[in-house]
T-cell receptor, first 117, second 114 residues
């Protein structure tokens, strides 16, 4: 069965520190997608990245970077030089490809990130 | 391009009443999904619609229903409200159905049942 674990419930760091949000997933499928979403206080989830299971290349987008390691079933998210605006709840999600259904997207429980000035 | 819009943003109802929430997807998106978010249960899938057809429904009682119109706008209805229905209801649109593609979420409707 699919499962997404975000063991860090809450993280608090001082502005400009680097912070890594962990995501560990379980799936028996060899083809799947992984996602990260950000939920600021306003409520809507904001899409950050999608990665398919065949693409283990790490990705960097500005201050954001993602490390995908199939060997450890992890898809970690790092924010470099954090800013107060990064404060939000971050969700990792897994979708087994082929089901063609949003019902098969499993969200982790989220990590609440607080950046202190 | 306008994002996903949801109305109303906030709603207070009493037990036993019914409520209808509305979602307008991004222009051109034909897939709409609904989620319930609560502190205890996290994000839970409610329904998925594509081209006016419900493709999947999550594990919720029959009091929860929905529909999609020809312009891709979607509504969800909850009848005989219970206290436990208090939650943030999120709508998401996607260019294609399924979990392969990123979803774009609306700001949600926060429903409080008293």
């Amino acid at each position: 069965a699919q499962k997404v674990t975000q063991a860090q419930t809450e993280i608090s760091v001082v502005e400009k520190e680097d912070v890594t949000l962990d995501c560990v997933y379980e799936t028996r499928d060899t083809t799947y997608y992984l996602f990260w979403y950000k939920q600021p206080p306003s409520g809507e989830l904001v899409f950050l990245i999608r990665r398919n299971s065949f693409d283990e290349q790490n990705e960097i987008s500005g201050r954001y970077s993602w490390n995908f390691q199939k060997s450890t079933s992890s898809f970690n998210f790092t924010i470099t030089a954090s800013q107060v605006v990064d404060s939000a709840v971050y969700f990792c999600a897994l979708s087994e490809r082929g089901y063609s259904s949003a019902s098969k997207i499993i969200f982790g429980s989220g990590t609440r990130l607080s950046i202190r000035p | 391009k306008a994002g996903v819009t949801q109305t109303p943003r906030y709603l207070i109802k009493t037990r036993g009443q019914q409520v209808t929430l509305s979602c307008s997807p991004i222009s051109g998106h034909r897939s709409v999904s609904w989620y319930q978010q609560t502190p205890g249960q996290g994000l839970q899938f409610l329904f998925e619609y594509f081209s006016e057809t419900q493709r999947n429904k999550g594990n919720f009682p029959g009091r929860f229903s929905g529909r999609q119109f020809s312009n891709s706008r979607s509504e969800m209805n909850v009848s005989t409200l219970e206290l436990g229905d208090s939650a943030l209801y999120l709508c998401a649109s996607s260019s294609s159905p399924g979990g392969d593609y990123e979803q774009y979420f609306g700001p949600g409707t926060r429903l409080t049942v008293t």
